[in-house]
């Protein structure tokens, strides 16, 4: 608790913005020394940040209760828009038929499975709501599971390989951390196993015996491998694996051919793997290769001319990745190359089967799938008309399948189930996604343009608007521009049924795929990272400018929207370039960077200094960030957008304190800042898809007034 003191906010009037109270807490490094007047609200348990936090929330709801009717509208279309009772495409595992069931009213999914017709039945069937499933059986209600709490999430569900047990891992505050439980299927006994403060991820061993599951330490950095036998008691469990260095994150799994679990280690530059038999998790892990700083690698299993044979991707001396394989027995023998490294063609992932692999790439700004022929090293590349898209393959459990399961969606497509047919390489529509009142995707257009960054650089722009309202780009529209530009992650052109709604009213989406991502290879990533982070921020930046130059938009009528690090972002470009936006929408944003890595005793700080640098050591690097993190960047004197900051108490990701203290400085210098704080959730907002629908169509609602488009 803080020490007693002036109430933190002024509630004189009903609509009077919160004022937070000012207690500098002075910070010295490198010389540098600040009085931080907000930190003070790190304090999640003090009773007065609680209270700013609540009148925060108070004052949004009057700043934008005008947004009321529209917000219902949203709502209503969104609902309108979804089949409410609806089933998932069928995935077979073993003698069953796997799937999903949404009720309408009901706020979570439901997991089921039917029995397989015959050991030869590969195709699934055809659910429809309303129809009853021969010999279905409901594994886990989620509606039920979440009664008398606010907050639900589900961050593991396994069934056992002979169908007779089934685990699943509960959080019910936000946290991100789970209670697992494991449930008999063929008496539909809860047994006595309860394992709480576990990572997401536990899964069953091929025997279905034994539950391998992880936990975290006070950073909440996934740490200790375990194994609990199902039946004995908690204090018996096993300690399979302990990564001590604290910038590695561990996690396992079992190969699909079932013969390893692959434990694997990680920092933003290096990774390590261990195998342990998976018919033998006492024995001692054994290395793949020792891990080298700067060498990233992943690894999967396949048996090859009867030879256990591991895969590899892998970049050392190989920017982009390549693909070798060695023997398992041996991971240190030579390697023999499959997938030379190739300059702009990111490899990706391999997924190995009994008679192939499938390999995921990126190549011109695009996500790309195919099959690897163990024989040739060929890659068979899936190809598909629309000039955007998202395709890939999973949720395939099966050793040797006939066919493969695929997804697919973009800008104007809902998602879309195949199934890959391997005899003769045909894609099986299984589903594609409903979506009611009429939609057509014929009616909608998506494009790729390119911006011209200021060092020459070309950033990809996805665009997707209505075709009505006429061609992007002939005329002055509202956009609403997106990015994030982190951690090499890419922003595919996914479907979204809630973006219909600003679409319908003139408003063209768009990405500016900046650098810190990874849509144009690893180099891109490389070139906005560490001491090359201002890239991710200026190329947001000309981006919004060639969108304005080129008669797309105007600044009046621009929103700029990123959550997490690409929160970051918001606050950055919002400093940068205040001029080119109306308004700016950051979601868990990312805006106090520098005090959050400069301080090793919260979560996920050192992990973090391979990604951001290591300021509280480096005073280079101390100096780069403090040039830009938002928090203290804010400028005086300068008209801001309207801002919009979305935070989640529970985050142990983002702290809802970096957005508050940033909205309080942000207040300081005029500018009109809205924050709303979930006091019930965490990382990804709230629980429940109703609760989500209702969460998105507040956010654009906001949107659209800000654009000028709130009455279309």
């Not at 908690?234 to 604290?246: G, N, Q, S, Y």
């Not at 992007?472 to 997106?482: E, I």
């Not at 100096?623 to 300068?638: D, F, H, I, L, Q």
């Amino acid at each position: 608790m803080t020490p007693a003191s002036p109430r933190p906010a002024d509630h004189a009037g009903e609509a009077g913005a919160p004022v937070a109270a000012r207690r500098p807490q002075p910070r010295e490094h490198h010389g540098d020394s600040i009085d931080d007047p907000y930190e003070w609200m790190r304090a999640k348990d003090d009773a007065d940040v609680i209270a700013h936090l609540e009148a925060e929330n108070a004052y949004t709801e009057v700043r934008t209760a005008h947004l009321e009717r529209l917000r219902e509208r949203i709502f209503d279309e969104i609902k309108g828009r979804t089949l409410e009772t609806d089933l998932s495409v069928p995935s077979r595992r073993g003698e069953w038929w796997y799937y999903g069931r949404t009720v309408e009213g009901k706020q979570y999914g439901i997991q089921c499975r039917a029995p397989l017709a015959s050991p030869d039945d590969w195709t699934p069937p055809q659910l429809e709501p309303g129809v009853d499933v021969p010999g279905e059986q409901v594994l886990l209600d989620a509606n039920v599971e979440a009664e008398g709490h606010e907050f639900f999430s589900l961050g593991s569900f396994d069934v056992s390989d002979d169908g007779r047990r089934m685990l699943y891992g509960v959080d019910v505050t936000g946290d991100e951390r789970y209670t697992v439980r494991v449930r008999d299927l063929e008496t539909g006994e809860q047994l006595s196993d309860e394992i709480s403060g576990t990572a997401s991820g536990a899964e069953f061993s091929p025997d279905g015996a034994t539950i391998v599951y992880t936990t975290v330490d006070d950073a909440w950095r996934p740490d200790t491998l375990w194994a609990h036998t199902v039946g004995a008691p908690l204090e018996d469990d096993v300690r399979i694996f302990h990564e001590a260095d604290e910038r590695y994150w561990l996690g396992g799994g079992f190969t699909r051919s079932e013969k390893y679990l692959v434990i694997g280690l990680g920092s933003s530059i290096t990774s390590e793997y261990w195998l342990v038999p998976a018919d033998d998790l006492g024995a001692a892990p054994r290395v793949v290769w020792p891990r080298v700083e700067g060498v990233e690698y992943s690894v999967d299993h396949a048996v090859i001319d009867g030879e256990d044979t591991l895969y590899i991707l892998h970049n050392d001396q190989a920017l982009d990745f390549e693909l070798v394989r060695v023997p398992a027995s041996d991971p240190s023998a030579p390697r023999t190359v499959v997938v030379a490294h190739s300059p702009g063609v990111r490899l990706l992932d391999v997924d190995c089967f009994r008679d192939f692999a499938t390999i995921e790439y990126r190549r011109g700004g695009l996500a790309r799938t195919g099959l690897l022929d163990y024989g040739t090293g060929g890659i068979e590349e899936l190809e598909f008309d629309e000039p955007l898209y998202t395709a890939g393959f999973g949720g395939n459990r099966e050793w040797a399948p006939p066919m493969l399961r695929l997804g697919y969606d973009s800008f104007v497509t809902p998602n879309t189930v195949y199934d890959y047919r391997l005899a003769d390489r045909r894609l099986l529509l299984r589903k594609r996604q409903p979506v009611l009142g009429g939609y057509s995707a014929q009616d909608y257009a998506q494009a790729r343009v390119w911006a011209t960054a200021a060092d020459g650089t070309q950033v990809p722009i996805s665009l997707v608007w209505k075709r009505s309202f006429g061609e992007a780009g002939a005329s002055v529209r509202a956009l609403h521009l997106y990015g994030y530009g982190s951690y090499e992650h890419s922003i595919e052109p996914r479907f979204s049924v809630a973006r219909l709604s600003e679409l319908d009213r003139g408003v063209i989406f768009a990405v500016a795929h900046v650098r810190g991502g990874g849509e144009m290879g690893r180099q891109w990533y490389e070139d906005g990272k560490l001491t090359r982070k201002r890239n991710t921020f200026t190329d947001f930046v000309d981006a919004a400018r060639h969108l304005v130059e080129a008669g797309y938009t105007s600044p009046d009528r621009m929103v700029a929207e990123g959550g997490s690090a690409g929160g970051l972002l918001m606050g950055a470009i919002a400093n940068l370039a205040p001029e080119l936006f109306a308004g700016v929408l950051a979601e868990v944003p990312f805006v106090d960077a520098l005090t959050t890595i400069l301080d090793p005793s919260l979560p996920l700080t050192v992990i973090e200094w391979d990604e951001w640098g290591n300021p509280l050591h480096d005073a280079d690097v101390y100096a780069y960030m403090k040039s830009y993190t938002p928090y203290e960047n804010v400028r005086e004197g300068v008209a801001y957008p309207r801002i919009l900051a979305v935070t989640s108490l529970n985050d142990t990701r983002v702290m809802y304190v970096e957005p508050a203290k940033w909205v309080a400085r942000l207040r300081e210098v005029g500018a009109d800042a809205l924050l709303k704080c979930e006091m019930v959730a965490g990382h990804g907002g709230v629980s429940g898809r109703y609760n989500a629908w209702r969460e998105r169509a507040f956010e654009l609602a906001w949107l659209l007034d800000v654009v000028g488009a709130a009455d279309a």
